[in-house]
């Protein structure tokens, strides 16, 4: 049994069964391609933790939270200008 199969089992038995998958939640399995497939896609780029939740944001914004997703990805993004700012 692997990990995910070990969390599905604990959400079928605690009765969520026709909740969202939260290991591959629609606001993702529903695009051509998911941020995580895209970023280890382009694994040799070397990305900070912060580009790579920029790009998870921004990708999913239309599909969970909007304005809230986008407002996460600006946070992300200027966390990133600033750390680079101080090198």
């Not at 009765?15 to 026709?18: A, I, L, R, V, Y």
């Given at each position: 049994?692997t990990?995910?199969d070990?969390?599905?089992?604990?959400i079928?038995?605690i009765?969520?069964?026709?909740q969202?998958?939260?290991i591959e939640?629609k606001h993702?399995?529903?695009?051509?391609?998911?941020?995580?497939?895209?970023i280890?896609?382009?694994?040799?780029e070397?990305w900070?933790?912060?580009i790579?939740?920029?790009?998870?944001y921004?990708?999913?914004?239309?599909?969970?939270?909007?304005?809230?997703?986008?407002k996460?990805?600006?946070?992300?993004?200027?966390?990133e200008?600033?750390r680079?700012?101080?090198?």
């Open positions: 049994m990990q995910a070990g969390i599905m089992a604990v079928d038995a009765g969520n069964k026709d969202d998958n939260p939640p993702y399995t529903e695009m051509a391609i998911s941020p995580l497939e895209y280890e896609a382009n694994e040799k070397g900070s933790w912060a790579m939740n920029v790009i998870k921004v990708s999913r914004h239309k599909r969970k939270n909007g304005i809230e997703d986008l996460k990805a600006a946070w992300y993004l200027q966390h200008i600033e680079l700012e101080r090198r």
